[in-house]
């Protein structure tokens, strides 16, 4: 099972809340480059982060990611 980001609405979400890669990477615990190629595609996620990140975004999980 992967979970991965749907790339459009998850950079556009972090936009609209004012948040550069730097500052959702921050508030989610996570390092810039892992938030970048989530938002590329190139990288998966896990629950745990996934969770983080939609907490941060404040988007629910099933909107935000894709489950492969």
């Known amino acids: ?3 991965i980001a749907r790339p459009n ?6 936009i ?5 890669q730097r500052e959702l ?5 996570l ?3 892992y938030i970048s190629m989530l938002e590329r595609s190139k ?11 939609s907490d941060v975004l404040e988007i ?3 909107e935000l990611f894709i489950i492969k």
């Open 31 to 33: 390092s810039h480059t």
């Open 43 to 53: 990288k998966s996620v896990g629950p745990a982060a996934a969770k983080k990140l």
């Open 60 to 62: 629910p999980m099933d």
């Open 16 to 20: 609209m809340k004012g948040m550069s």
């Open 1 to 3: 099972m992967k979970i």
């Open 9 to 14: 609405l998850f950079a556009r979400t972090r």
């Open 25 to 29: 990477a921050r508030r989610s615990g």
